[in-house]
């Protein structure tokens, strides 16, 4: 009974990191699994991961509420950045294509109306959706359970609160300096297209000035983009796949903030 007991408070102490770290994950977000299959798969993480975190000492006394209270506020945390972490690579995917949506002027109609600023990117949708697929058609999602698994070998359910080293060696801003750094490598080729366009157009109205350069540049940019993008998804895959965390750089993260 003993044994059990044990069991059961150390999923239910494990679920706030790995419900948390799903959360985030764009791939496991609430746009593509609700309610209680969502739930329920967190659940049996928890289980997978049970024979590792019953390796780990348990408190020879029984831990006060308290104590358990700022033990799930520790897990979620940690799971936070767990999952900050792990989502990098697919928001520079969102991002680069809500940069090309932008230069193409697909949401030139939110500079006039602010009611459409709340709209998504279709170039973004696009490309977050590809990654998530190139995500999981490459095993992508067991290095990511290898990783969270990982996460439970280095700082314990049992151990307090962390030493937040990125406070010091600026792990985190490192990972924010990588997204946007992601965001404008992705997206690049298609800038240069659009600022070709531009000064193709340019010189364009310099010989026509009636022509109306801004209602003949939309539909321009959208279609040479698109067909762009078309040929592009190989080699941003390639590229993503490059870039993508893999277990090794992600314990590095891991290792970086919490040891």
């Known amino acids: 009974m003993e044994d059990f007991a044990k069991v059961i408070m150390?999923?239910?102490?494990?679920?706030?990191?790995?419900?948390t770290a799903f959360a985030i994950a764009p791939f496991f977000g609430s746009g593509f699994l609700l309610g209680i299959p969502r739930r329920g798969f967190i659940l049996s993480a928890a289980l997978v991961f049970i024979p590792t975190l019953l390796l780990?000492?348990?408190?020879?006394q029984p831990p006060s509420p308290l104590l358990l209270c700022a033990l799930v506020v520790k897990e979620t945390l940690i799971g936070l950045l767990?999952?900050?972490?792990?989502?990098?690579?697919f928001?520079?995917?969102?991002?680069?294509?809500?940069?090309i949506d932008s230069q193409r002027g697909a949401t030139a109609g939110a500079y006039f109306n602010p009611l459409l600023r709340g709209l998504n990117s279709p170039v973004g949708g696009l490309l977050l959706r590809f990654s998530i697929m190139l995500f999981l058609a490459t095993r992508g999602f067991v290095v990511f359970l290898s990783a969270l698994l990982t996460?439970?070998?280095?700082?314990?359910?049992?151990n307090f609160l962390p030493e937040l080293k990125m406070l010091k060696t600026s792990a985190f801003f490192l990972l924010a300096r990588q997204l946007f750094e992601l965001s404008i490598l992705?997206?690049?080729?298609?800038?240069?297209?659009f600022l070709l366009i531009d000064l193709g157009l340019g010189f364009m109205n310099r010989f026509?000035?009636?022509?109306?350069?801004?209602?003949f540049s939309l539909p321009v940019k959208s279609v040479a983009g698109f067909l762009l993008v078309i040929v592009y998804l190989p080699f941003?895959?390639?590229?993503?796949?490059?870039?993508?965390?893999?277990?090794?750089?992600?314990?590095?993260?891991?290792?970086?903030?919490?040891?």
Not at 82 to 89: A, Q, V
């Open 10 to 19: 150390t999923i239910a102490l494990a679920v706030p990191r790995i419900g």
């Open 56 to 60: 780990a000492p348990f408190p020879q």
């Open 82 to 89: 767990f999952g900050f972490g792990s989502s990098i690579g």
């Open 91 to 99: 928001w520079a995917m969102q991002a680069a294509g809500e940069y």
């Open 151 to 158: 996460s439970f070998e280095i700082y314990p359910l049992w």
């Open 186 to 193: 992705y997206s690049a080729p298609l800038l240069v297209l």
């Open 208 to 215: 026509v000035p009636s022509l109306n350069v801004f209602f």
């Open 236 to 259: 941003i895959a390639r590229a993503f796949s490059r870039n993508l965390f893999s277990s090794e750089s992600l314990s590095i993260w891991i290792r970086s903030i919490l040891s």
